[in-house]
Every structure is written in structure tokens, then in C-alpha cells.
């Protein structure tokens, strides 16, 4: 059976989202209060929660408020809080290079839960780009935390779990109505880390406001209504593989911005990473295409 022809509009409206969430580490180091990551996660969520959940203004069926929950939880609380525990205590290479097992994770979800055995050219394409992630962003020296890699790698599970069940477990209620709630509950589950951990937030200067701002209505409350509109409509493999586009998108506005350097071997590793996202979109939809 011929494949279909690969979604470029929905892949590339997709991919908007982890673009999005790349542009946030430059806002978050260069332009926020320092020392208060949960702050700056409760920040993104929170706000952008509420307002989507007051202009929706639809509830859910009862019946999916507990799988909302979890879902809230695995996409945006937990996950947040350990993205941000990983960013402290490793070097953002070796943080990226661990959550860009994702895709594999999202493959071996749909085989055990669906029964849907990954093709081997997506799985190549996914070990290609942790690979490629690996050359690009890891130094010699990275510091091999336990506590950090322990949290990379179940933010990386949560996301891909999440990723994963979203598309299962979608309710019935607006694309708006299904991402406000998920902030709003996951920037509970943020509310009592801010409020334990972080130092309390001073004066905010017109600039860090607008930062703030930044990442509730662009980060939060249009990324990840790009992200789950895109996870009802492509695969879920190949909207985790998107995901590696948040890190390519942080370096290079990094050597754009801030002058920071790319020697030739980080050049290759962005290839097989721009690589390995095309590749795994076109053995998802071919995949698809033959169980139709």
C-alpha cells in the first residue's frame, strides 16, 4: 500500500510549538529573576490556564476529569518541575541529549499498549537523532548528576507518556477548552513548589514583565495549543520527534543572539537531528498509512 503524502501544514503548525518553547530558554536566562524556576513554570502555566479556561468556559465530562488530571500532570506539572530539577543540576547538553529519547519512548508505548511494532527505519531515525543531539550539544566534561539524569529521563517518560495518552484520552470539549485545563491543573500542581522553594519574587521591572508575559501567552497558551491540536492530528511518534526542535531552536538562537560558538562537529550533529525529525515523520505516516 502506498504511503500518504506527509502533512506539511500540520507538521510544520506542529513544530511551531517546540520553536517556540527553544526561544524561551533565551528569554528565561537572559531577561528573568534568577533562582526561581518554579516561579517561572508557575508563571507560563498558571495565567495562561485561567484566561483560556474563563474565555472557553466549558467543563469537561466527569467522567474525564481524573484522566484530565493525569494528563495535566504528565504534560505540564511534573514534567515542568522535573525539566526545570534536570536544568539545574546538568548542563543543558546532557539535559537535551537525555529527553530526546522521547520518541523511542512514545514507539515503545504504542507497541505494548497498542500493539503497534515501530518501524525500523523510525527507530534508526530516533537513535540518529540522540546521536546527533549527543554531538551537538554535549561537552567532554558534562557532569554525569544522578539526581539530574534521575530527573531528565522521568521528564522525558511524563512528556512521552503524556504525548502519548493525550490522543487517547482527548475529551470531548474545544482544542482551548482541552489545552486551558491542563495548564490551569498543572500550574497547581507548580503553585505549592514556587511557593516552598523560590524565593519570593521582587519588584518586577518593565522588561521582566513582559518576559513573563512572553512565556504564559506565547510559551504556554499558544505553544501548547499548537502542540495538542498537532497530537490529534499526526502520529504520536512524529509530534514527540518535533520536540527536538525546542534544543536545535536554543542553540541557534544562542550562536545568533548571543555569539555563542558552533564548531563543525555541532553543524553535523544539527543535521542528523533536522534528519532524524524528517525521517520519523515520513516512516510514521508511511506506518499509518499501511494499518489503514
Same mark, same amino acid.
Given at each position: 500500500?502506498?504511503?500518504?503524502?506527509?502533512?506539511?501544514?500540520?507538521?510544520?503548525?506542529?513544530?511551531?510549538?517546540?520553536?517556540?518553547?527553544?526561544?524561551?530558554?533565551?528569554?528565561?536566562?537572559?531577561?528573568?529573576? #534568577? *533562582?526561581? /524556576?518554579?516561579? $517561572?513554570?508557575?508563571?507560563?502555566? &498558571?495565567? !495562561? =490556564?485561567? +484566561?483560556?479556561? %474563563?474565555?472557553?468556559?466549558?467543563?469537561?465530562?466527569?467522567?474525564?476529569?481524573?484522566?484530565?488530571?493525569?494528563?495535566?500532570?504528565?504534560n505540564i506539572g511534573f514534567f515542568q518541575a522535573l525539566l526545570f530539577v534536570a536544568a539545574y543540576r546538568l548542563p543543558g547538553g546532557l539535559a537535551a541529549v537525555v529527553g530526546a529519547i522521547q520518541p523511542l519512548l512514545v514507539m515503545g508505548l504504542a507497541w505494548a499498549l497498542d500493539?503497534?511494532?515501530?518501524?525500523?527505519?523510525?527507530?534508526?531515525?530516533?537513535?540518529?537523532?540522540?546521536?546527533?543531539?549527543?554531538?551537538?550539544?554535549?561537552?567532554?566534561?558534562?557532569?554525569?548528576?544522578?539526581?539530574?539524569?534521575?530527573?531528565?529521563?522521568?521528564?522525558?517518560?511524563?512528556?512521552?507518556?503524556?504525548?502519548?495518552?493525550?490522543?487517547?484520552?482527548? #475529551? *470531548?470539549? /474545544?482544542?482551548? $477548552?482541552?489545552?486551558?485545563?491542563? &495548564?490551569? !491543573? =498543572?500550574? +497547581?500542581?507548580? %503553585?505549592?513548589?514556587?511557593?516552598?522553594?523560590?524565593?519570593?519574587?521582587?519588584?518586577?521591572?518593565?522588561?521582566?514583565?513582559?518576559?513573563?508575559?512572553?512565556?504564559?501567552?506565547?510559551?504556554?497558551?499558544?505553544?501548547?495549543?499548537?502542540?495538542?491540536?498537532?497530537?490529534?492530528?499526526?502520529?504520536?511518534?512524529?509530534?514527540?520527534?518535533?520536540?527536538?526542535?525546542?534544543?536545535?531552536?536554543?542553540?541557534?538562537?544562542?550562536?545568533?543572539?548571543?555569539?555563542?560558538?558552533?564548531?563543525?562537529?555541532?553543524?553535523?550533529?544539527?543535521?542528523?537531528?533536522?534528519?532524524?525529525?524528517?525521517?520519523?515523520?515520513?516512516?510514521?505516516?508511511?506506518?499509518?498509512?499501511?494499518?489503514?
Amino acid at each position: 500500500m502506498k504511503s500518504k503524502p506527509l502533512r506539511w501544514s500540520e507538521i510544520l503548525l506542529t513544530a511551531l510549538a517546540p520553536v517556540i518553547w527553544g526561544s524561551t530558554y533565551i528569554v528565561a536566562t537572559e531577561l528573568l529573576p #534568577p *533562582d526561581r /524556576p518554579f516561579t $517561572a513554570a508557575l508563571l507560563r502555566c &498558571l495565567p !495562561a =490556564g485561567l +484566561l483560556l479556561t %474563563l474565555f472557553v468556559r466549558q467543563l469537561p465530562a466527569r467522567r474525564d476529569w481524573a484522566r484530565l488530571a493525569l494528563l495535566s500532570a504528565l504534560n505540564i506539572g511534573f514534567f515542568q518541575a522535573l525539566l526545570f530539577v534536570a536544568a539545574y543540576r546538568l548542563p543543558g547538553g546532557l539535559a537535551a541529549v537525555v529527553g530526546a529519547i522521547q520518541p523511542l519512548l512514545v514507539m515503545g508505548l504504542a507497541w505494548a499498549l497498542d500493539g503497534r511494532r515501530p518501524a525500523r527505519l523510525a527507530v534508526a531515525a530516533a537513535l540518529t537523532g540522540i546521536l546527533g543531539m549527543a554531538a551537538l550539544l554535549l561537552s567532554p566534561g558534562a557532569a554525569w548528576d544522578p539526581i539530574g539524569i534521575a530527573a531528565a529521563l522521568a521528564g522525558a517518560a511524563c512528556m512521552a507518556a503524556g504525548t502519548f495518552l493525550a490522543r487517547r484520552w482527548r #475529551p *470531548d470539549v /474545544p482544542l482551548l $477548552a482541552f489545552t486551558g485545563w491542563q &495548564l490551569l !491543573a =498543572g500550574g +497547581l500542581i507548580l %503553585l505549592p513548589l514556587a511557593w516552598a522553594i523560590d524565593p519570593p519574587l521582587e519588584a518586577l521591572s518593565a522588561s521582566q514583565g513582559l518576559a513573563y508575559a512572553y512565556l504564559s501567552l506565547v510559551g504556554a497558551m499558544l505553544a501548547y495549543a499548537l502542540w495538542f491540536r498537532g497530537i490529534a492530528k499526526l502520529p504520536p511518534v512524529a509530534v514527540s520527534s518535533l520536540g527536538l526542535l525546542s534544543p536545535l531552536t536554543a542553540v541557534t538562537l544562542g550562536w545568533a543572539l548571543l555569539g555563542q560558538s558552533m564548531t563543525g562537529l555541532s553543524l553535523v550533529g544539527l543535521l542528523l537531528v533536522l534528519g532524524s525529525i524528517l525521517t520519523v515523520q515520513w516512516a510514521s505516516s508511511a506506518s499509518e498509512a499501511a494499518r489503514t
